[in-house]
C-alpha cells in the first residue's frame, strides 16, 4: 500500500479534510470517498468529457487529474451548482426547458464546461458555446438543445434578467 497525503480542499463549498494514496483520481476520490456520484467517468483518458469538474472556476477533467493535485483547491461538481434550497441553476433551469437533457450520463460535464464557459464569459457568441460543446462526446443525440440553452442564459444575462 502506498503511504497516504494528507489534502484539504473545498467542494461544493465545503471544507474537506482527506487522506489519500498519491495515484487516487480526483474522479474516484469525488465518487468513491465523497459520493458525489454525479462526476460521471466514461473513457477515462480524458476526451468524452462526462467527469468534467470546476477546479479553481476551471473546467478540468477529473478522471485525468489525482486528487492530490487538488490540495487547496476550490472544486465544484455537479451536486454544486444549484443552490442549497435546490434551485436550479440559471443553466439547469435553461437546460430542463430546453430539452437539453438526453440520457443524462453526459449532462453534468456538459452543465460544468457551460458553467465554466458563462462565468468567464457572460453573454458567448454561438460559434464559442459549439467550441467548448465539441468536447464533449455525447452519443445520445445532438447538442442543439444544450446550445439553444446556454444560448438563453447569455441572453438573460445580457439583458439584465437572471
Known sequence: MSELHAIAL???GRKVDAKVEPRRLLADFLR????????H?????????????LVDGVPVRSCLMFAVQADGCEVVTIEGLAGEDGRLS???????EHHALQCGFCTPGVLISLTG???????????????????????????????????AVGGRVASGRS
Do not use: K, W
Open 90 to 96: 440559471p443553466l439547469q433551469q435553461e437546460f430542463r
Open 32 to 39: 468513491r470517498d465523497l459520493d458525489l456520484t454525479g462526476t
Open 117 to 151: 464557459l458563462l462565468d468567464a464569459s457572460p453573454d458567448p457568441d454561438e460559434a464559442t458555446i459549439r467550441d467548448v460543446v465539441s468536447g464533449h462526446i455525447c452519443r445520445c443525440t445532438g447538442y442543439q438543445a444544450m446550445i439553444a440553452a446556454a444560448r
Open 10 to 12: 473545498a467542494v461544493n
Open 41 to 53: 467517468i466514461g473513457c477515462e483518458h480524458g476526451v468524452c468529457g462526462a467527469c468534467t469538474i
